[in-house]
């Protein structure tokens, strides 16, 4: 059985924003609020947290894009596409964190800056953002899973 995993987490605290966004060491998602320290806690609740799949990067990498993780502006990045969930999804990520897929993250156009054909590629495989239902804390490695 293959086993989901977080491979890398990522959060923005300084006040202007910059991609890659940082690798920090954990994520605390909180319920109503977002990401603690997230310069983009308390904006948007429906999306505080940008869920990307390895598939982006790999994705781009067959097209000949080099980006490093953190470029498309996640807060988690997994190990499976993310897009193959529809809208109202939980995902369950260690023992307490649970997630619900809100909406397909449109790409914005300033990530021509690092390849111009990136925008048009990632059109509809950038990511999902998703809620926070239930508080936890995210570690990478951590498992994830449908629920």
Known sequence: ???DKVIEIFSETRKESSLPRPIVEKLNLIEEYGIEFDKFALKNLEQTVLLVGIDSYNLALENDIKIEIGTLGEN???SFDPH???IGTKFQIGDDAIIEITQICTVC?????FDKKLPNLLKKKRGVYCKIVKSG??????TIKRI
């Open 1 to 3: 059985m293959n086993i």
């Open 137 to 142: 804390l995210i570690l990478k490695n951590m």
């Open 84 to 86: 193959r969930f529809d």
């Open 76 to 78: 988690i990045l997994v």
């Open 109 to 113: 156009n300033h990530l021509s800056v």
